[in-house]
């Protein structure tokens, strides 16, 4: 059951849950904050965020089923990006606010430093982020 972010019309109480579980991961959230720099294939997520295939692959899966990540294959290549990257992006966000406010640190140094080693190799990377 896909969650979809951008229709308007009541949300029921198990579409909260869903998203939150699909949420709740520190490593599926590692894995849609690097697809906010763009669309990535498995490998590339492996060697990104130095997790295992398998677990890339499952979390993926989840991330898929939930509504929050597609798919497009190119050749022998499936490439995953974000559904609704604004929507995503405001949700983090509240998050980090609600985070900061309750007073919890809610950053851990090791999920942002492959990230920001990684964004500092890919060249368009960098040009997204400066528009």
Do not use: W
């Not at 398998?54 to 290549?77: K, M, Y």
């Not at 851990?108 to 368009?124: K, L, Q, T």
Request: aromatic content about 2%; hydrophobic content about 40%; charged content about 20%.
């Amino acid at each position: 059951m896909a969650i979809k972010l951008t229709e308007q019309g009541p949300i029921r109480s198990a579409d909260y849950a869903q998203l939150f579980h699909a949420v709740a991961d520190p490593a599926r959230l590692r894995i849609l904050r690097h697809l906010m720099l763009g669309e990535h294939n498995v490998s590339q997520l492996v060697d990104h965020l130095g997790l295992a295939q398998s677990t890339v692959s499952a979390h993926l899966a989840c991330l898929r089923d939930c509504g929050l990540v597609r798919p497009r294959v190119s050749g022998r290549s499936t490439y995953h990006s974000i559904v609704a990257e604004g929507e995503v992006r405001r949700l983090l966000s509240a998050a980090e606010s609600l985070i900061a406010a309750a007073g919890v640190s809610g950053r851990h140094p090791h999920d942002h430093s492959r990230i920001e080693r990684s964004v500092g190799a890919m060249p368009a990377a960098s040009a997204r982020e400066e528009n």
